[in-house]
């Protein structure tokens, strides 16, 4: 027993001259792990669309209940992200949230990454409420930002010619074309995967499809 | 009937049970408990076997002969099939042995999850149906995980294309049920869904114009199995297990259907079917799912209003109801209170009529009280309703063969589209329909006996009826009064001349009374067509029913009786609580024509103003005007003050339905700005008056006052209108809100009963007095309703604009031949006292000499009094015929 006491006031007598770690915060910050969870952002795409496509899972893997997400639907006018739906409306309240990373998991197509700003403080409650505009990262040089406008018209081989029967030719009436294709240049590694994927005039192909 | 049936033992992975004979496999083995995945089968469909989710290893222990089949040893034993077979279309055997725990099975469910997967496209997060997605909650029990199909291989299509205005197609995500199609052609009698293309091609197209062109679309995005039928109205609104989900009704027509209101953040996303098997199973029209828009329409007045100096300026509670009330204490001062009218709308719920009419009897003192804009007063349907109504405990979805169903004038599909699916379903149940209509209604190609009846006959027809039923012999009335007078009275008739004023065969009328002495049951459909176009001869038409209904000896049985297709959600709720003239009181139409000599005026949810050109003036005339609304309707500006009401989603209270069915519904929004409950309005309003009514604190108190004090209402309380949680429907990992729809129902309500239900009846009957068919210069008007008007409520969803129907003139072939004109043509139409041009529509069924112009529609706003005489009118070539 008196080991262990001997054992236990070294560690302490050894630290009582070791140099202090003072890091005079705010002028020096510590810097964080890799993996530190720390205030959200909403990701883009490399062509600027909003990667968010406003499918609440977020919100419903969130514990704390902190995600409030309203969709809407992307039109070729005004055009945030791939496909049909985006975020009108995401807002994260930062009281309630406890950092636990679980929307970031949720999340189907890598929206919402937990980043390592933690300096979140702030006089209000209101405050506290980040919006879409303060989650959201700018778009990357170059890229346009959202909302975009879709030029191109729906590539023939998304239609499917067998199936023109009883309908007239090009879209029906009042209809929305909600098919995203972007420029060659412009697309994405998501969306040119999407693109390929939805390419089915080729036979099967092994390796391309691994590669 | 259940306990009728034969029943046969089966047993379910080794597990012995007795189901009916002839059960199909998928529910006998709902009796243990298990659940076997479907996707083309559904309960209220016919089985196709069209997606073979569902096979499962069947077995024989019994021999042909009954004898148990024995191995050599002599030991029972099971004879399994050499194949699965789909559970949905196969029926039980006795001794039959069903097995779905072996790998066999599980491996066949696992496959045909992986081909349905093969061509989906999997967006799940961005699909409407995520969350309440059979394709998803099957593939996460029983599908792979894992596909061996390249994802590169996917079969796509353009994302969703519009069937309609209402109804999203995204085929991709299509697996080909049918049950769509099968909705459309079976339920809704309306076969404009079909099937295009073949093979990985295949898709869902519809062939009408306008496109998808149903009441009860909708429907089908409930029972699609997968995200490929979404609605316009709840497309990326939110994230089905977001919304709060609360019990509520159908707010437009008088069936009461269930109900579920999804809200979140303060506003309605969807409307969703309660499943109710009394009152309209699992289904409601696209009216009732996709109306609910006027609850959060920009124009809701969210503040009291004071007339000054021609303006109106906002107001508060106490002001506003200190200056009525004052107002209204100088009206009694200085001209009675006689001098003072109330229009009750029939929307409102019971607990607002009940201290609204105690305010005007008790408080104020006058008898000029009515409900009724949209069904003539006076006809004494009231009372008929009270002597034999539809038993209570009845259920129109066990009609079958057997019953007759004699409707009189009905337009279903248009006024109570629910109710048209269960008559359907009666019918091809086996059911018989008579129908008289003098034009062509929906329900026409569902009857076997239609009959085409002179419009204004409809009394003279029931009167021949009763004539034929008696025969020279006096049937046994039992201790009902004025039986006597009643069996002389008829006796008078004169078979021939009154089957001439009918304009009906002989052979027709024969028929109909064959019908009557075979049925099991006879439920009688009143139209609001026949009460108005009997017009003087309406009271005549409800005596001589409540006396069929009596001679033939059904009046009190189980699932027989009058149902009146009343106009409104609780146009019978608002009658039970007084809200009719009574001692001598002013009718509405004596009210608004000016006959009642009234000063001063208090109107609840109704808009005479617009629906009656003529009553303007005198409101214009009247020293005060009080309006309690939703919206600033054209009699909201006419009045001195407005009093905003809140909307049935912001309130919690009860309505009766045509079945007398009274229902709760529960609050789901706070009201719009300072509106407020119509009943608290009127609560406050008393204590302005000085009335003061302890104890009416919550719609809960006011239920117990109406408990305690109406007498039909003995009991129904608040506590005793929601009963134990029933389940019709058995689902798929006991999910109650399944595909959108709600299978549990707390809220089912309680029936009053009629008297005729008595041990002892003892109503009165009376001798239908018939009156001459009036008859006059021109056309005779049959005014039609159409779904979606105009009305204040159902005009404030944009959704259905492209559906609502613009004005029109029907006429029968030959008039219109004689007149020269084809379908499409402009006539002139002048019809009390006034001018429209309207395209004519042939329609066939259609008696000569009547024409049919549609209420509440646009360029035609003629809707002149009901009740009180029969409306004729002159039609005129607008453009010169085509040269032939
Ligand atoms: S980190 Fe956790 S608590 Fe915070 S928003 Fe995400 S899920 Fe919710
Ligand atoms: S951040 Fe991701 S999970 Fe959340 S709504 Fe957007 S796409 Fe869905
Ligand atoms: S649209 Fe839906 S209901 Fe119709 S066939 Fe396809 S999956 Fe079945
Ligand atoms: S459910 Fe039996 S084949 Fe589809």
Redesign the pocket.
């Known amino acids: 027993m008196l080991d262990a006491m001997i054992k236990g006031f070294g560690t302490t007598l050894k630290t009582m001259f070791r140099k202090p770690v003072t890091i005079s915060y705010p002028e020096v910050k510590r810097p964080v792990f890799e993996r530190f969870r720390g205030r959200h952002e909403l990701k883009r795409h490399d062509n600027g669309l909003e990667r968010c496509i406003g499918c609440s899972l977020c919100s419903a893997a969130c514990p704390a209940d902190a995600i409030y997400v309203v969709p809407a639907e992307n039109t070729n006018e005004a055009r945030y992200s791939p496909g049909e739906r985006y975020a009108e409306t995401y807002e994260i309240n930062m009281l309630r949230c406890i950092f636990c990373g679980y929307c970031e998991e949720a999340c189907p197509v890598d929206a919402i990454v937990l980043e390592h700003n933690y300096e979140l403080a702030s006089y209000s409650r209101e405050a506290m409420i980040y919006t879409k505009d303060m989650l959201i990262v700018p778009p990357p040089p170059g890229a346009e930002g959202t909302p975009q406008q879709s030029y191109a018209p729906p590539p023939q081989f998304m239609e499917n010619p067998s199936t023109h029967m009883n309908r007239a030719e090009g879209p029906p009436p009042g209809g929305r074309i909600t098919t995203y294709v972007a420029p060659e240049e412009k697309v994405s590694a998501y969306v040119r995967r999407s693109l390929l994927d939805a390419d089915r005039d080729g036979v099967i192909d092994d390796e391309e499809y691994r590669s | 009937m259940a306990n009728e049936q034969e029943m046969v033992t089966i047993f379910v992975n080794g597990e012995e049970v007795e189901v009916p004979k002839g059960t199909l496999v998928v529910e006998a083995t709902k009796a243990v408990d298990l659940e076997i995945p479907v996707f083309c089968y559904h309960p209220q469909l016919e089985p196709v076997g069209m997606c073979r989710m569902c096979l499962v290893e069947t077995g024989n222990s019994l021999n042909r002969d009954g004898t148990a089949m024995v191995d050599e040893a002599g030991n029972p034993t099971v004879q399994w099939g050499p194949k699965l077979v789909p559970a949905c279309t196969t029926p039980v055997n006795p001794g039959m042995h069903i097995r779905t725990n072996n790998d066999r099975v599980e491996d066949a469910w696992r496959g045909t999850l992986e081909f349905l997967l093969t061509s989906h496209p999997l967006d799940c997060p961005v699909c409407d149906k995520g969350g309440e997605c059979p394709l998803q909650d099957l593939t996460f029990a029983y599908g792979p995980d894992m596909s061996r199909f390249y994802k590169r291989n996917k079969y796509h299509f353009e994302k969703p294309i519009p069937l309609g205005e209402l109804i999203w ?1 995204d085929r991709e995500r ?8 099968r909705f459309c052609e079976d339920v809704a009698g309306d076969p404009v869904l079909k099937f295009a293309g073949r093979n990985r091609g295949q898709e ?1 197209v519809t062939d009408s114009v306008p496109p998808f062109d149903s009441y009860f679309s909708g429907n ?1 995005t409930d ?4 995200g ?2 979404t609605t316009e109205d709840f497309r990326f609104k939110a994230r089905v297990w977001e919304l709060t989900n609360v019990p509520s009704l159908d707010p437009f027509d008088a069936v009461g259907s269930n109900i579920m209101l999804g809200t979140r953040a303060d506003g309605i996303k969807r409307v969703m079917p309660r499943q109710n098997d009394w009152v309209n199973g699992i289904w409601i029209s696209d009216k009732a799912r996709f109306g609910h828009h006027f609850v959060g329409s920009s124009d809701r007045l969210t503040t009291p209003l004071i007339k000054e100096n021609g303006e109106f300026r906002d107001a508060t509670w106490q002001e506003a109801l200190e200056l009525v009330a004052a107002r209204l204490g100088e009206t009694v001062e200085a001209h009675g209170a006689e001098a003072i009218g109330a229009l009750i709308g029939d929307r409102i719920a019971n607990e607002d009529a009940f201290l609204a009419v105690k305010l005007l009897r008790d408080a104020i003192g006058t008898p000029n009280i009515d409900s009724r804009l949209h069904w003539p007063t006076g006809t004494g349907v009231e009372e008929a309703v009270a002597k034999v109504g539809l038993s209570s405990g009845s259920n129109l979805a066990d009609l079958g063969a057997g019953t007759v169903i004699l409707a009189i004038g009905t337009d279903l599909e248009e006024e109570q589209p629910s109710l048209y699916l269960t008559v359907r379903d009666a019918v091809q149940k086996g059911a018989q329909l008579i129908l008289t209509q003098s034009r062509s209604v929906k329900e026409m190609h569902d009857a076997q006996t239609p009959l085409r009846i002179v419009p204004g006959a409809e009394a003279h027809f029931a009167a021949l009826l009763l004539r034929v039923l008696f025969n020279d012999e006096k049937p046994d009335f039992g201790k009902l009064g004025g039986g006597d007078e009643l069996y002389d009275g008829i006796m008078t008739l004169h078979p021939r001349e009154t089957l001439n004023q009918t304009g009906l065969s002989p052979e027709a009328v024969d028929d109909v009374v064959a019908a009557l002495g075979n049925a099991s049951n006879l439920v009688v459909l009143l139209g609001r067509e026949a009460v108005v176009n009997a017009g003087a001869n309406a009271p005549a038409l409800v005596d001589a029913l409540v006396a069929l209904l009596a001679a033939s000896g059904k009046a009190g049985q189980l699932n027989s009786g009058l149902l009146p297709l009343l106009p409104h959600n609780n146009s019978q709720g608002v009658a039970d609580m007084g809200a009719l003239p009574s001692d001598g009181g002013a009718t509405s139409d004596a009210m608004l024509s000016g006959e009642a000599g009234l000063r001063a005026m208090w109107i609840i949810a109704s808009d005479p103003a617009a629906e009656r050109a003529a009553s303007r003036a005198t409101l214009e005339a009247l020293d005060f005007l009080v309006v309690q609304e939703l919206f600033m309707t054209e009699t909201a500006q006419l009045a001195d003050v407005v009093l905003p009401a809140a909307a049935f989603a912001e309130r919690d209270g009860t309505w009766t339905s045509l079945m007398r069915r009274v229902q709760r519904y529960e609050k789901a929004l706070e009201p719009k700005g300072a509106a407020l409950p119509d009943w608290q309005i009127v609560r406050r309003l008393a204590a302005a008056l000085g009335a003061d009514w302890p104890g009416c604190y919550t719609a809960q108190d006011v239920a117990a006052e109406i408990a305690k004090s109406v007498k039909a209402y003995k009991g129904m309380t608040y506590d005793a209108l929601r009963g134990d949680p029933v389940a019709w429907t058995k689902n798929a990992f006991g999910h109650h809100i399944y595909s959108g729809t709600s299978f549990l129902n707390a809220w089912y309500g309680q029936q009053w009963a009629t008297e005729a239900e008595g041990r002892r009846p003892k109503y009165d009957l009376a001798t239908p007095a018939l009156q001459e068919i009036e008859r006059g210069d021109g056309f005779r008007v049959i005014f039609q309703n159409k779904q979606y008007d105009n009305g204040t409520l159902i005009a404030r969803t944009e959704l259905l604009d492209g559906r609502r129907s613009s004005g029109f003139v029907k006429m029968s072939p030959e008039d219109a031949a004689g007149l020269g004109i084809v379908w499409g043509d402009p006539v002139h139409v002048r019809v009390d006292g006034r001018d429209s041009t309207l395209p004519v529509i042939i329609d066939e069924a259609l008696v000569r000499g009547a024409i049919v112009l549609p209420r509440q529609c646009s360029d035609v706003n003629a809707t002149p009094a009901l009740g009180t005489t029969a409306q004729f009118a002159t039609v005129e070539r607008a453009v010169e015929a085509m040269p032939a």
Do not use: G, M, N
């Not at chain 2, 697996?175 to 199609?181: A, D, F, K, L, T």
């Not at chain 2, 029972?223 to 997968?226: A, D, G, L, S, T």
């Open positions: 197609l299509c697996i080909y049920c049918s049950r769509c199609v869902i089908t029972i699609c199995p997968v490929a039928l």
